[in-house]
């Protein structure tokens, strides 16, 4: 018994370990909301129509950032995706398995919940995400449908 605790402990620690990730550029949100002044929709452009929010790159990145002589290194990084026309290699952090279904539209559109409830408070982050800001389990799903009252049906989720 205690052999098996340690062995579930010892998933749960490499589990956990395994989520913090690296982004290829030290993008900041809180550089390009506040001082830039774009909003989430400008750049997460399907958050509202669609079940994916979707993440921006270098279609979106090169209306500003095509200068291969810009002073700060991550600017001339993005620039050189740009320039080469190569796909900046983000890494997706929040998401559920294929086995459930979950869509943005519904939640922030029918729902009108705020992004800020699910993801923390983007806007201040000056670092990428390495890890989701919630650890994405059932029982957060269903806790939250519980509160409001939405459907806990196994087939609303596993369809
Ligand atoms: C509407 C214009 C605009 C768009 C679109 C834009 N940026 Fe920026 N970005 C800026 C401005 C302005 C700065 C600040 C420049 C400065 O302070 O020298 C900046 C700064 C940066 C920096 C430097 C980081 C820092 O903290 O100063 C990085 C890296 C960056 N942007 C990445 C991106 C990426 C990646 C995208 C696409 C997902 C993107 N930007 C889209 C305008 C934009
Ligand atoms: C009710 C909780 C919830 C709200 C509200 C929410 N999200 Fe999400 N978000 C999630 C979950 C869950 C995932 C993983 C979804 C998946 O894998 O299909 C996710 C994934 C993402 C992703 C990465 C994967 C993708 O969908 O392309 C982005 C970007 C994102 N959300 C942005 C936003 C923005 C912007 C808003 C507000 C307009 C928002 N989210 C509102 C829960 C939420
Ligand atoms: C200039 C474009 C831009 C704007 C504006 C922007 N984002 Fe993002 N967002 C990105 C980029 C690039 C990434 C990938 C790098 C990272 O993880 O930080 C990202 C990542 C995310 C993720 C994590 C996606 C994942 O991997 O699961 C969430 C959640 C998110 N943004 C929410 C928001 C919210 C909420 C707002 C508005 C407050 C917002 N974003 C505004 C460009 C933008
Ligand atoms: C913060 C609250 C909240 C969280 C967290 C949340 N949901 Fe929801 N969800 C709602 C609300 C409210 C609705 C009802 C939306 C409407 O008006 O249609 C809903 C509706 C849904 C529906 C449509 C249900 C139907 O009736 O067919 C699905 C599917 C769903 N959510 C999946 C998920 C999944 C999967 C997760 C976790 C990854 C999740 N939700 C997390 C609040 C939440
Ligand atoms: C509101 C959405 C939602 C509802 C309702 C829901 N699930 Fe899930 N379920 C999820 C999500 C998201 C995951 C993946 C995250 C995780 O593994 O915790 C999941 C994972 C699972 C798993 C896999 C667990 C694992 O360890 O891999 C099973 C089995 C499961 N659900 C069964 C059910 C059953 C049975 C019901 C009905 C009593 C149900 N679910 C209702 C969202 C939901």
Same mark, same amino acid.
């Not at 913090?20 to 958050?47: F, M, R, T, W």
């Not at 129509?49 to 990145?61: K, L, V």
């Not at 409830?117 to 995400?129: K, R």
């Given at each position: 018994m205690a052999f098996m605790l340690i062995g579930v402990a010892a998933c749960v620690?490499?589990?956990?370990?395994?989520? @913090?990730?690296?982004? +290829?550029?030290?993008?900041?949100?809180?550089?390009?909301?506040?001082?830039? *002044?774009?909003?989430?929709?400008?750049?997460?452009?399907?958050? @509202?129509?669609?079940?994916?929010?979707?993440? +921006?790159?270098?279609?979106?990145? *090169?209306?500003?950032?095509?200068?291969? %002589?810009?002073?700060?290194p991550q600017e001339r990084r993005v620039a050189e995706f740009v320039a080469g026309d190569v796909l900046i290699p983000w890494k997706v952090v929040h998401a559920v398995p294929d086995h459930a279904f979950f869509s943005h539209?519904?939640?922030?559109?029918?729902? *009108?919940? @705020?992004?800020?409830?699910?993801?923390?408070?983007?806007?201040?982050?000056? %670092? +990428?995400?390495?890890? +989701?800001?919630? @650890?994405?389990e059932m029982e957060w799903c269903m806790g939250c449908h519980e509160e409001k009252v939405a459907s806990n049906d196994c087939y609303a989720c596993h369809r």
């Open positions: 620690a490499l589990k956990s370990a395994a989520q @913090e990730v690296s982004q +290829p550029i030290a993008y900041s949100h809180k550089k390009h909301v506040e001082e830039v *002044g774009l909003e989430c929709a400008d750049c997460h452009a399907n958050a @509202e129509t669609a079940a994916r929010a979707s993440i +921006p790159n270098i279609e979106m990145c *090169g209306a500003c950032h095509n200068d291969a %002589e810009a002073e700060n539209r519904r939640h922030v559109k029918l729902a *009108g919940l @705020e992004c800020a409830l699910c993801h923390g408070e983007v806007t201040q982050m000056e %670092e +990428p995400f390495a890890q +989701p800001f919630l @650890e994405i």
